[in-house]
C-alpha cells in the first residue's frame, strides 16, 4: 500500500479521496491542517489516522510514502520541497507552482532527492483525452486547436460585493489562467509540444488578477487559440480541426463527449467508457503505478510538460500584465 497524506481539505481534497478509495494500493493515513480541530474532524471522516499542524513534523514522521497537496497555488512550491527533502513522493494540484522558475527548482529538488514529483492535471490521464490522441490522423493535417472554458466563478459574487475570496487574491497565485486557463493549455501542449509564438490579452480585476484572457499560439502550419474565463460563461465546445473532419470535445476538462464531424455532415462518436464521476481515479492510478514500479516521472504529466506550460503562463501573464509576489521573489 501507498500510505497518503493530504494537504488542503476542502472539497478538492474530498473528491481526490473519493477517486482515490477506487485505486487499488491507496490507502489515506493522514491530514494536515493548521488547525487541530480541522485536521481531526477531517480524518474522522475520512478515515485517517494521523493529524498534523507542522507540515515539517509530518514531513518527517515517516507515517507517509506520498503527499497530496491541494492548497493556494501560492503555497504548493514551498510544500512540496518541505516533503520532497523529506524523501516523500509528491502529487501536488495544478498549477505546479506560481512561475516557471518555482517549476525548475522542484524538479531540481525531486531529482535531488530520488523521488517522484508529478503534477495533478487530470485530463491527460482521462480514457477519452486518448482516445482524441489516437484519432488525430482520421482528421487530416491539423490547422486549428481551439480550447475554450469559461466557467463563471460563484466566488465572482462575492467579489462584486467588495469581498476578494481565495480565487481572486494575487497573493496566493490565482486568477483565471492559473485556475482554467491551464486545462486549456496543457492538452494542447502534450499533443502539439512548444508554440514558435504566443500573444496573449485579458482583463486584469481590482484585485490584482486575470478575470480572463485569450491566447493565440502559432505552430508550423497550425494555429492554437484558447480562451477562458472566471467572470463569464460559454456553452462553446472545443474543437481539434483538420482538413478532414474536426474533433469535437463538450469540455476541455472532462473529455465526457468527443465525436468527428466530417465534411460531409456525418458524426461519428469516438469517446468510449469513461468514471466522469471520479475522474481524477486516473491520474491517482498512475501516481500509485509510478511509486510501486520505482519511477521518478510520469510518461505522460513529464516534467518537461509541467515545466512549458509554466513557461507559456508565464510568458501570457507577462503580456497580460498580471504579477504575482512569488514572481518578484525570483
Known amino acids: 500500500m501507498v500510505r497518503f497524506g493530504v494537504i488542503g481539505t476542502n472539497w478538492i481534497t474530498e473528491s481526490f479521496l473519493e477517486a482515490g478509495r477506487k485505486v487499488k ?42 503527499v497530496y497537496i491541494a492548497s493556494p497555488n501560492a503555497l504548493h512550491a514551498s510544500q512540496a520541497k518541505i516533503f520532497m527533502e523529506h524523501g516523500v513522493h509528491v502529487l ?8 516557471a522558475a518555482e517549476v525548475k527548482d522542484l524538479i531540481e529538488t525531486a531529482k535531488q532527492h530520488d ?33 475554450q472554458l ?20 494575487p497573493e496566493l497565485s490565482n486568477g483565471a489562467t492559473m485556475d482554467i486557463g491551464i486545462y486549456c493549455l496543457y492538452p494542447l501542449i502534450a499533443l502539439f509540444g512548444k508554440p ?22 502559432s505552430y508550423e502550419g497550425m494555429e492554437a487559440v484558447v480562451y477562458y474565463s472566471k467572470i463569464t460563461s460559454s456553452t462553446q465546445p472545443s474543437e481539434i480541426q483538420g ?26 462518436t469516438i469517446s468510449g467508457p ?8 486516473y491520474e491517482i492510478e498512475e501516481f500509485v503505478n509510478l511509486i510501486q514500479s520505482g519511477k521518478r ?32 521573489i525570483q
Open 274 to 281: 469513461q468514471d466522469n464521476e471520479h475522474r481524477m481515479v
Open 25 to 66: 494500493g491507496f490507502e489515506l493515513t493522514t491530514v494536515y491542517s493548521r488547525n487541530a480541530e480541522r485536521a481531526a474532524e477531517f480524518a474522522e471522516k475520512q478515515g485517517a489516522v494521523h493529524t498534523f499542524t507542522d507540515m515539517e513534523e509530518m514531513a518527517a514522521s515517516g507515517k507517509v510514502d506520498a
Open 196 to 217: 514558435q509564438e504566443i500573444k496573449a490579452s485579458g482583463t486584469l480585476l481590482e484585485s490584482g488578477v486575470d478575470g480572463q484572457a485569450t491566447i493565440t499560439l
Open 115 to 147: 523521488v517522484l514529483l508529478m503534477e495533478a492535471l487530470k485530463t491527460t490521464f482521462l480514457p477519452n483525452y486518448r482516445i482524441v490522441q489516437q484519432h488525430l490522423d482520421k482528421i487530416g493535417p491539423i490547422r486549428r486547436y481551439v480550447a
Open 297 to 328: 516521472e510520469s510518461s505522460t504529466n513529464t516534467h518537461e510538460l509541467a515545466l512549458a506550460v509554466a513557461e507559456i503562463m508565464d510568458k501570457a501573464r507577462s503580456q497580460i500584465g498580471l504579477v504575482f509576489p512569488a514572481d518578484r
Open 92 to 99: 501536488c494540484e495544478k498549477p505546479l507552482a506560481s512561475n
Open 150 to 169: 469559461c466557467q463563471y466563478s460563484s466566488r465572482y459574487d462575492a467579489y462584486r460585493q467588495g469581498k476578494i475570496l481565495n480565487a481572486f487574491n
Open 243 to 268: 482538413e478532414d473532419a474536426t474533433i469535437k470535445i463538450d469540455h476541455i476538462g472532462h473529455f465526457e463527449d468527443v465525436t468527428i464531424q466530417y465534411h460531409d455532415s456525418t458524426e461519428e
